[in-house]
């Protein structure tokens, strides 16, 4: 079994690869009829406050590896957020949307300091539509949730970082001939384009958020995590030429 290790004390993994400084190995024990146990290092349970008794994760991975982990995620519930927000400000709703979904939360419940205007929450259902698989479930004058309905095992990474660099560098091109032709009238045109680059960046950074907090994400993409890396980091760049597309224009 290999387990990735966790630099900071508390993180809940320790590495047991081979490659890494940290090697120990350790021989399976039966233990009955049908169980078997390995024993982990005192110097890990030690560091995580771990005592005989105490609770631990086991998780097994697509690559055949098993995770042992002292907490079950890296970080809080990403099942729903509460947020407290201006119900008079469309950009401040936009942007706070925008932010929550990308962070993965599965429901966003946006609550105004008084009372949400109707330009607000127009505001709020026109943002929702642009967000990949996202919904407005319940809208109140006190109170709307936005829910994601997208099923993480549906979603191909992969596949949307293949779409978002057709859409960036189709911009870019275009933007690039609109520059040399002195085409004043092409900018409005690649707005649209950009805003479903955008989409996809931002479907690409909620998924990548994810698998941070929740390692069953990762097997529900279908990926490993350093895949992962490098598609949010391709992701990333590829988003920022299509703004600089849109700029050159």
Known sequence: P?????????????????????????K???????????????????????EAGNTVHLYTHTDGSIVVRSAERDGGSLESVRLEVDGTSSEVLRRTLRAAYAAGFAEVT???????TS???RAVRSTATTL???????????EVVVRSLLDTADVSVRQSV?????????IHRRATEAFLAADAGAHAG???HYEEATRLFEMVSRHFDRSLISIRELD???????ALFDYHETARRLDRIAERGVRIA
């Open 2 to 26: 290999t387990v990735p290790r966790s630099p900071r004390p508390g993180g809940g993994t320790m590495s047991l690869d081979p490659s890494t400084e940290s090697v120990t190995t350790r």
């Open 28 to 50: 399976l024990q039966r233990v009955g009829s049908g169980t078997y146990t390995v024993s982990v290092p005192k110097e890990w349970a030690d560091a995580h406050r771990l």
């Open 110 to 116: 946006l609550v105004p300091e008084e009372s949400f």
């Open 119 to 121: 330009e607000a929450r």
């Open 132 to 142: 990949v698989g996202a919904a407005v479930s319940v809208e109140r004058e006190d």
């Open 162 to 170: 293949v779409q978002l660099q057709f859409v960036a560098l189709s």
């Open 190 to 192: 690649l707005e649209e």
């Open 220 to 226: 529900r993409l279908g990926t490993s995590r350093p």
